[in-house]
């Protein structure tokens, strides 16, 4: 019987332990295991992401304002820091601006970035970055029309255009320039003629260099105003396009200059189905002379052309191109020279400044489109193209002797001598022809009727409406 009892009490004091025990606080430190389930790894967050947002086209007047929206993809507020780190078009370090943001959970936050100092007129890269994560470089602007590119032509360098400007022919039709129509793309509005004429030779003692170009004549017996188109590099891809009759408004000429485009395009003119069918049965009476003036291992090498002469390289000859096309134009009964126009992009941009700086008729005005061959010095600085070629072809000449003969085929200096209106167009992303390049031309010009667009994301290409734009710009002032 008393075993019996003393079990019982037993049984009563174990549970009544087991019950105290089940409703006390634990300490954790005498459980095994316990600390593992207690103390996980917390959760890792994604790395946060940004857009840059163009504000005020990239450009301001003299210290940056750069925003950037953060986004957060994370289910907790999250802070870090937004960097942008700014280096000239030239490649010299300016500044490194930091600044720290919260971002909500799952949500984003714009952060404006500037500097503590004005920056110089200029153009500038900003390396953009959120946390360790690069969300975008991009060049952006700082008064650019305050941008000074020194002109630095030569004591000779009028002397040196006037010369050179002697060598070209005299134009006499079926003499030194011909004219073939092509039937196919006249109308009774315009006939449309493959023009071939003498232009200025290679060499003082060379022969002419021919040139070829398509000719609008309006079909009215009425003077009309003259556009001049000029091309951009050649790079020989493709064939040439023939200009339809158009309209009859314009008297116009799509000229190529010495080597390139309808000097270099055999093939483009032999009787092929898709010739004839684009074209019709017309073929220039000389298709075999359609050859480069580059030598064979020069491929499309214009800028390194004869490069270091003066009587030579390629942009004295194609600048005089230019020059005879005009002079071609004045000679037509139906050319109202009062009314006279040019335009072109990059390399046609450059010939346009150079044409209405050098014509013997003044120009009403002239659109050029990422206008190429500006301020040579700092041009090689920003990108390494042409100055590359030029380096690799400057033989003995010391880089100051270099930049001294470049001097006379140079945009920025060329601009002082124009003074009728221009409209000019830069892509601050342009890694062919910097915007730096665009404005020493346009900065220098010596006219006040001018305007630049402007367009923050473009590279080498056109501005949106560009055509149009360029097509009011010339109406507008039709004498």
């Given at each position: 019987m008393k075993k019996k009892s003393f079990?019982?009490?037993?049984?009563?004091?174990?549970?009544?332990?087991?019950?105290?025990?089940?409703?006390?606080?634990?300490?954790?430190?005498?459980?095994?295991?316990?600390?593992?389930?207690?103390?996980?790894?917390?959760?890792?967050?994604?790395?946060?992401?940004?857009?840059?947002?163009?504000?005020?086209?990239?450009?301001?007047?003299?210290?940056?304002?750069?925003?950037?929206?953060v986004s957060n993809p994370n289910k907790v507020d999250v802070t870090e820091v937004v960097s942008v780190a700014i280096t000239t078009d030239?490649?010299?370090?300016?500044?490194?601006?930091?600044?720290?943001?919260?971002?909500?959970?799952?949500?984003?936050?714009?952060?404006?970035?500037?500097?503590?100092e004005d920056l110089e007129p200029g153009f500038y890269k900003a390396r953009c970055m959120v946390g360790k994560k690069a969300v975008r470089s991009f060049f952006f602007g700082i008064s650019?029309?305050?941008?000074v590119s020194e002109p630095d032509m030569?004591?000779?360098?009028?002397?040196?255009?006037?010369?050179?400007?002697?060598?070209l022919p005299e134009l006499v039709e079926g003499e030194t320039v011909t004219l073939t129509e092509v039937t196919t793309k006249s109308?009774?509005?315009?006939?449309?003629?493959?023009?071939?004429?003498?232009?200025?030779?290679?060499?003082?003692?060379?022969?002419?260099?021919?040139?070829?170009?398509?000719y609008v004549e309006p079909q009215d017996g009425e003077k009309h105003p003259v556009i001049m188109h000029f091309f951009g590099w050649d790079?020989?891809?493709?064939?040439?396009?023939?200009?339809?009759?158009?309209?009859?408004?314009?008297?116009?000429?799509?000229?190529?200059?010495?080597?390139?485009?309808?000097?270099?395009?055999?093939?483009?003119?032999?009787?092929?189905?898709?010739?004839?069918?684009?074209?019709?049965?017309?073929?220039?009476?000389?298709?075999?002379?359609?050859?480069?003036?580059?030598?064979?291992?020069?491929?499309?090498?214009?800028?390194?052309?004869?490069?270091?002469?003066?009587?030579?390289?390629?942009?004295?000859?194609?600048?005089?191109?230019?020059?005879?096309?005009?002079?071609?134009?004045?000679?037509?009964?139906?050319?109202?020279?009062?009314?006279?126009?040019?335009?072109?992009?990059?390399?046609?941009?450059?010939?346009?400044?150079a044409?209405?700086?050098?014509?013997?008729?003044?120009?009403?005005?002239?659109?050029?489109?990422?206008?190429?061959?500006?301020?040579?010095p700092d041009y090689f600085n920003i990108v390494s193209w042409p100055g590359d070629t030029a380096k690799a072809n400057k033989g003995s000449m010391t880089d100051e002797e270099m930049y001294a003969f470049l001097s006379y085929y140079d945009t920025k200096n060329l601009a002082t001598k124009i003074s009728c209106a221009v409209l000019a167009s830069s892509g601050l992303q342009d890694g062919t022809c910097p915007p730096h390049t665009n404005f020493a031309a346009f900065n220098n010009l010596n006219t006040e009727d001018k305007e630049m667009i402007i367009d923050p994301e473009m590279g080498h290409s056109y501005p949106a409406g560009w055509s149009t734009k360029q097509s009011n710009f010339f109406k507008e002032r039709i004498k």
């Amino acid at each position: 019987m008393k075993k019996k009892s003393f079990l019982f009490i037993t049984a009563i004091v174990f549970i009544a332990v087991t019950f105290i025990s089940c409703t006390q606080p634990v300490d954790p430190d005498q459980i095994p295991g316990q600390d593992d389930q207690e103390q996980q790894e917390p959760e890792k967050l994604e790395a946060l992401t940004g857009t840059v947002l163009v504000t005020d086209n990239w450009v301001w007047d003299s210290k940056p304002a750069i925003v950037i929206e953060v986004s957060n993809p994370n289910k907790v507020d999250v802070t870090e820091v937004v960097s942008v780190a700014i280096t000239t078009d030239l490649k010299k370090a300016v500044t490194t601006v930091e600044q720290s943001v919260e971002v909500p959970a799952s949500g984003t936050k714009k952060v404006t970035i500037s500097t503590e100092e004005d920056l110089e007129p200029g153009f500038y890269k900003a390396r953009c970055m959120v946390g360790k994560k690069a969300v975008r470089s991009f060049f952006f602007g700082i008064s650019p029309y305050e941008v000074v590119s020194e002109p630095d032509m030569q004591p000779d360098f009028d002397e040196y255009w006037t010369n050179a400007k002697a060598c070209l022919p005299e134009l006499v039709e079926g003499e030194t320039v011909t004219l073939t129509e092509v039937t196919t793309k006249s109308n009774d509005k315009s006939k449309v003629y493959l023009v071939k004429m003498q232009s200025a030779p290679n060499s003082p003692d060379g022969e002419p260099v021919i040139v070829r170009g398509f000719y609008v004549e309006p079909q009215d017996g009425e003077k009309h105003p003259v556009i001049m188109h000029f091309f951009g590099w050649d790079d020989r891809g493709g064939s040439v396009t023939v200009p339809s009759g158009g309209s009859g408004t314009y008297a116009e000429f799509y000229l190529s200059t010495r080597g390139q485009y309808n000097n270099n395009r055999p093939a483009a003119f032999e009787k092929t189905e898709e010739w004839i069918a684009e074209y019709g049965e017309w073929v220039p009476d000389d298709p075999c002379e359609y050859a480069s003036i580059m030598k064979p291992n020069d491929k499309y090498n214009w800028f390194g052309f004869n490069f270091g002469d003066k009587d030579g390289f390629y942009y004295r000859g194609a600048f005089l191109d230019c020059v005879q096309a005009v002079r071609f134009m004045a000679s037509r009964s139906t050319s109202d020279m009062n009314n006279l126009f040019a335009e072109g992009s990059s390399q046609g941009g450059a010939l346009s400044y150079a044409c209405a700086a050098l014509s013997d008729y003044p120009f009403t005005a002239i659109a050029c489109n990422v206008a190429f061959l500006g301020d040579y010095p700092d041009y090689f600085n920003i990108v390494s193209w042409p100055g590359d070629t030029a380096k690799a072809n400057k033989g003995s000449m010391t880089d100051e002797e270099m930049y001294a003969f470049l001097s006379y085929y140079d945009t920025k200096n060329l601009a002082t001598k124009i003074s009728c209106a221009v409209l000019a167009s830069s892509g601050l992303q342009d890694g062919t022809c910097p915007p730096h390049t665009n404005f020493a031309a346009f900065n220098n010009l010596n006219t006040e009727d001018k305007e630049m667009i402007i367009d923050p994301e473009m590279g080498h290409s056109y501005p949106a409406g560009w055509s149009t734009k360029q097509s009011n710009f010339f109406k507008e002032r039709i004498k």
